[in-house]
C-alpha cells in the first residue's frame, strides 16, 4: 500500500517563500506522475503543478514563474517551491502519485499567506 505524506506548509507573509515535500512510503510500487493540487473551502480541487518520471512539468498559469515542481525519484519524493508568495495561494496543498491501476492522495498541508 502507497502512503503520501505531505510537509512544509505554514504560514508565510506576502511575497515570502515556501517549500513543501511529500514522500511516499510502501513497497513493490512504481511512481509514474507526481503532482500538487489544492483547494479552498467550497472550491473543487485545482491543478497547481505536475511532473512525469522523467521530468517532463505543467504548471497553472496562476503560479508560472512563481512555482517550480521538482521530484527525487530516488527518494520516491515531490518537491513544490513557492516564491513570490500571494494572499491568493491560501490553500490545503495536496500531492498526488500515479502508481499502476491507482491514484493516490496525501492528507494535505495548509498554506496561509498573509497580506
Known amino acids: 500500500q502507497v502512503q503520501l505524506v505531505e510537509s512544509g506548509g505554514g504560514l508565510v507573509q506576502a511575497g515570502g517563500s515556501l517549500r513543501l515535500s511529500c514522500a511516499a512510503s510502501?513497497?513493490?510500487?512504481?511512481?509514474?506522475?507526481m503532482g500538487w493540487y489544492r483547494q479552498t473551502p467550497g472550491k473543487q480541487r485545482e491543478l497547481v503543478a505536475t511532473?512525469?518520471?522523467?521530468?517532463?512539468?505543467n504548471y497553472a498559469d496562476s503560479v508560472k514563474g512563481r512555482f517550480t515542481i521538482s521530484r527525487d525519484n530516488a527518494k520516491n519524493t515531490v518537491y513544490l517551491q513557492m516564491n513570490s508568495l500571494k494572499p491568493e495561494d491560501t490553500a490545503a496543498y495536496y500531492c498526488?502519485?500515479?502508481?499502476?491501476?491507482?491514484?493516490?492522495w496525501g492528507k494535505g498541508t495548509l498554506v496561509t499567506v498573509s497580506s
Open positions: 510502501g513497497s513493490g510500487f512504481s511512481i509514474n506522475a
Open positions: 511532473i512525469t518520471r522523467s521530468g517532463s512539468t
Open positions: 498526488n502519485a500515479a502508481v499502476p491501476g491507482m491514484n493516490i
